[in-house]
């Protein structure tokens, strides 16, 4: 049975196909897409009428059950030929907006983005939509593009919040999103003229026979495309005017021989255009690291134009946006250079200045982490001979821990492996190691900073903690894999059984949020496994402090403040929140509509606001500390002054649940850090929450001034 038999039978089985896709079975979808994908002809508008009345009412049946927020492969294939068909409605346009949003997930502004093709417009047709939605997948940085006023062009970059294309053409210019859809051609990526711009041959990949229908083919816009668009890309940056006539005639220029001009003819055009394609000939420094991609050495004919590349290179340098092609081209140049090499270390000499890479420690580790692995030694290199080890031993902290290796490598070859290790110390004598330091010193035979930093429990836990992202995630995963399943790294933490470390080991893992409870109780399993003898400390209990019953109390300064949000709460913020959702509800459309979104956020974060504040205030007793006596322990009302290991001493004042204020040093007695002051007295040793010991210095009463800033 042919394709067109099958969508045009409407028959019981089709029927029962597109029953069980309503009913949401993907295999069913799927089949339906494929369906529709080879059916002849393509547009449905060209169907028997009957046929067609059919699939429009069976898909919307099939396409009202996808779920908006969870669609599957075989949804986006359906909806995907659903596109292609032509099919509209007002529920099919709602699911392709929500497959657009899928497709193009990682853009920041869905709304922007459904706007700019078109998706919503119920008066712009779909075949509109579609041409839309296949220029948005070509719309990246490094995309060619051509403007009638402006010329061939280069999209640097894709503002997905602002909903703007930058291009780059003599100068830059900023196009909104949807402007560049409408009025620009595009080249597609990895197409023939693209293949041509980025410098590949044209006499290997012209065919004069389909040359222009091959050139025509490589663009997409909104407009027709002209006869001429062509030759308006390819002369001169590819072809010159004579090469390009011989090819829209039907002839090749690179023929060795020609019938209809001399025999010499030929090879000049040819060189030519090897010429144009030399990597020195190159006219930026995205067509530079194109053509360097594709070389293995940098030798051509005749003198290099080396001053040509100098001019390209120093006017990158100062530009951020194009740090990772610049370092691209460094790393390539260095790979290659030969003989070249003490020209390209003078021309590093006189990039150190200018180049953004090199004065911004956060670009050069963005940079360098993006590099190929095959080419990331030679730009270590370079970076090397350009700003020295040591500049470079220091911006190895900054990078991922599996890039370290190359470094070292590098530092190895003049000897200056130590400037490493220099660095790594200094950075762990601030305390503020990062992971991928720790995972190095564990990897490093440097066992004099093992048993310094590895074997610090409570460093180790804070640096697992922070905050990373990326490529540097990676360390701070394997550490943690580590702490919980390596023997051998869980015995260097606690050095080999000493009594110490393995209790701030398991004070860590007990008080630390960094494990959760499995991890937690795995992790103390295991300390008892591996030191028995410490198994009375991993079970013994922290004694309570005897403590006296608290009540709910408060300053009366707190007091007011939380009653006076509840009363702003119950008569201004509500009300006008009740208004606002009116007013968002108004404009329409709530599924897009972020005024509204918002407004319902703000109606939930209110009314548990609201809650918290009328139970807390419920039964809460506003207290005049002036009337607290202080005997010997420390009561809401106390000032304690506690003395640290290191010798420092802090001064804290025990408050009601209300009073917290970490920078005045004033603790709610409810606090974790109140709970363990509460009830102490002077001389008592007291563990903190972050299990670290101190001593009671003193219990008084509160000062004056804190008095007078509660009353």
């Not at 080396?306 to 691209?328: M, Y």
């Not at 953004?356 to 095959?374: C, E, G, M, Y």
């Not at 209990?541 to 019953?549: D, H, P």
């Amino acid at each position: 049975m042919s394709e067109q038999k099958c969508y045009a039978s409407c028959d019981e089985s089709l029927e029962d196909m597109l029953l069980a896709a309503a009913e949401g079975q993907e295999e069913a979808s799927g089949q339906i897409a494929s369906i529709l994908r080879f059916a002849e002809p393509r547009d449905s508008s060209q169907w028997a009428p009957a046929v067609r009345e059919f699939w429009q009412s069976s898909l919307e049946l099939v396409v009202e059950k996808i779920d908006h927020d969870q669609l599957r492969p075989g949804d986006c294939q359906l909806l995907e030929s659903i596109l292609l068909s032509g099919f509209d409605s007002i529920v099919i346009r709602d699911r392709l907006g929500a497959y657009f949003k899928y497709m193009f997930r990682h853009y920041r502004d869905p709304a922007g983005l459904l706007d700019a093709i078109g998706v919503r417009d119920s008066g712009l047709a779909l075949s509109v939509v579609h041409l839309r939605y296949q220029i948005m997948q070509q719309v990246k940085p490094g995309a060619f593009c051509y403007d009638r006023q402006f010329g061939l062009g280069v999209v640097t970059t894709l503002d997905d919040i602002a909903n703007d294309v930058v291009i780059q053409f003599e100068r830059r210019h900023t196009v909104p999103l949807r402007l560049f859809m409408d009025n620009f051609i595009i080249v597609k990526d990895l197409s023939l003229v693209h293949s041509l711009l980025c410098g590949k041959s044209a006499a290997s990949l012209l065919k004069p026979a389909t040359f222009t229908e091959d050139v025509l083919g490589s663009l997409i816009a909104q407009a027709p495309l002209a006869e001429d668009l062509g030759q308006r890309l390819l002369v001169p940056k590819v072809l010159t005017e004579e090469q390009y006539a011989a090819f829209a005639s039907g002839e090749s220029p690179f023929s060795t021989a020609s019938s209809t001009g001399s025999t010499q003819a030929a090879p000049a055009a040819t060189a030519a255009n090897v010429f144009s394609e030399q990597w020195d000939a190159s006219r930026s420094l995205l067509e530079l690291s194109e053509r360097l991609k594709n070389l293995n050495t940098l030798e051509v004919e005749g003198q290099p134009n080396l001053d040509n590349v100098v001019g390209i290179l120093r006017h990158s340098a100062g530009r951020g946006e194009q740090a990772d092609k610049f370092a691209l081209s460094l790393a390539l140049l260095h790979k290659m250079a030969g003989p070249l090499l003490p020209w390209l270390n003078q021309v590093l000499a006189g990039l150190v200045e200018k180049a953004v890479v090199w004065q911004n420690a956060a670009i050069f580790a963005a940079v360098t982490d993006k590099l190929p692995s095959r080419l990331l030694p030679f730009w270590l290199r370079a970076t090397s001979v350009a700003m020295g080890n040591d500049y470079l031993a220091a911006q190895a902290l900054l990078l991922p821990a599996r890039l370290w290796t190359q470094v070292e490598k590098v530092l190895s070859e003049a000897s200056d492996r130590h400037l490493l290790v220099e660095k790594v110390m200094e950075r762990l004598k601030t305390g503020r190691p990062s992971a991928d330091v720790l995972y190095w010193v564990w990897k490093s035979d440097q066992q004099q900073l093992k048993d310094e930093y590895l074997g610090d429990a409570h460093l180790l836990f804070k640096t697992l903690g922070q905050s990373v992202s990326g490529s540097y995630l990676k360390a701070q995963r394997d550490l943690k894999r580590l702490l919980l399943a390596d023997e051998k790294f869980q015995r260097q933490v606690m050095l080999d059984g000493k009594h110490e470390a393995v209790l701030a080991l398991i004070r860590c893992a007990k008080r630390m949020t960094l494990l959760d409870a499995s991890e937690r109780q795995s992790l103390l399993v295991k300390i008892v496994r591996h030191y028995p003898q410490f198994i009375q400390d991993v079970e013994e209990r922290r004694a309570t402090a005897q403590r006296r019953a608290v009540g709910k109390i408060t300053s009366v300064h707190s007091f007011n403040q939380r009653r006076q949000e509840l009363e702003e709460l119950i008569n201004t913020l509500i009300p006008e929140n009740i208004k606002a959702i009116e007013e968002a509800r108004a404009l329409g459309d709530l599924r897009e509509n972020s005024e509204y979104k918002y407004a319902k956020e703000q109606q939930a974060f209110l009314a548990q606001r609201r809650i918290e504040l009328e139970e807390g205030l419920q039964g809460m007793v506003a207290t005049d500390f002036r009337d607290v006596v202080v005997k010997d322990a420390a009561v809401p009302g106390s000032t304690i002054v506690l003395r640290h290991h290191d010798g420092s001493e802090h001064k804290y004042y025990l408050l009601g649940l209300f009073d917290s204020n970490p920078e005045l040093g004033m603790i709610s007695c409810d606090a974790p850090l109140g709970k363990v002051l509460l009830g102490c007295v002077a001389q008592d040793e007291v563990e903190l929450p972050s299990g670290e010991k101190a001593t009671v210095v003193s219990v008084s009463r509160l000062p004056e001034d804190i008095l007078a800033r509660l009353a």
